[in-house]
């Protein structure tokens, strides 16, 4: 027969001769409840009509496992004496599996951590320095192409313009000086453009600023060179002038417009 906890429902497999026809008290191995235990009705006590010797019943073996059989034999029905607790509960090998669900809590399951490798890291190192070249050839192009004029070219393949429209192109020979045209008093500034790039350069208008000595500008006006581009390696001539110049100037700048000739 199945004997149930009526506390914890755990189950135990016992001989119903060894729970007698009046019953008997039986403590549960888990929780340690106790209750009198009948025998069912529809299992009738047996009727002697002599005494006889009975041996004792074989022990319970547990039934689930084969790895308990070599456990020693144990009596679940051992009454306690008088005045001590209940000794000896039913062994806890005899419990069926605990139900999943109520107040039983399951082990936490850890997922396992993965180590980064050798090969994930070089990979990384390999993206960082390719993100760090190409900002590098993006925000300095216009340095590495002065210093490398044929550099441009890749540039112009990869559709990536350079910053300056005066990128590419010098001033050279600035040449300045004072004469007089039909006796006014006039200020001619010659020089030349010359494309130092690889490739072919639009020609932006130029600004020739008029300072004296303490380095003020006095008077400014712009001007073209007649060229709209240049091939590479070419060169163009330029001369502008302007009369009655502020007679405290002393020095004569010409630079690059960021506007395109008109």
């Given at each position: 027969?199945?004997l ?60 689930m ?23 000896d ?9 605990e ?5 039983r ?17 070089g ?15 993006w ?8 210093a490398?004029?044929p ?50 350069r ?23 060179i ?10 163009a ?8 110049p ?17």
């Amino acid at each position: 027969m199945i004997l149930t906890c009526p506390a914890c429902a755990t189950r135990y497999v016992v001989d119903p001769k060894a729970i007698g026809a009046s019953g008997r008290t039986v403590r549960c191995a888990r929780c340690h409840k106790s209750w009198h235990q009948d025998v069912p009705d529809d299992l009738p006590p047996p009727r002697l009509t002599r005494q006889v010797e009975v041996e004792a019943p074989p022990p319970v073996m547990p039934t689930m496992s084969s790895s308990y059989q070599d456990r020693p034999a144990f009596d679940p029905f051992d009454e306690p004496e008088a005045g001590e607790p209940p000794a000896d509960p039913m062994p806890s090998f005899m419990a069926r599996p605990e139900p999943i669900g109520g107040d039983r809590n399951l082990p936490a399951i850890h997922a396992p951590r993965r180590r980064i490798s050798k090969f994930m890291i070089g990979w990384a190192a390999l993206a960082l320095v390719v993100v760090l070249l190409a900002a590098g050839l993006w925000f300095a192009r216009s340095p590495l192409v002065a210093a490398w004029p044929p550099l441009e070219r890749l540039y112009a393949l990869a559709g990536i313009p350079v910053d300056a429209p005066s990128f590419g192109l010098e001033v050279r020979n600035l040449t300045p000086a004072f004469s007089k045209i039909d006796t006014t008093p006039t200020l001619v500034v010659a020089g030349e453009v010359a494309n130092i790039s690889g490739g072919v350069r639009k020609v932006p208008s130029l600004r020739v600023s008029l300072k004296n000595t303490k380095g003020d500008v006095l008077k400014t006006w712009d001007f073209t060179i007649g060229r709209d581009q240049l091939l590479a390696g070419e060169t163009a001539p330029f001369q502008t002038s302007i009369a009655t110049p502020p007679a405290d100037a002393s020095s004569a700048v010409v630079v690059f417009t960021d506007g395109s000739p008109e």
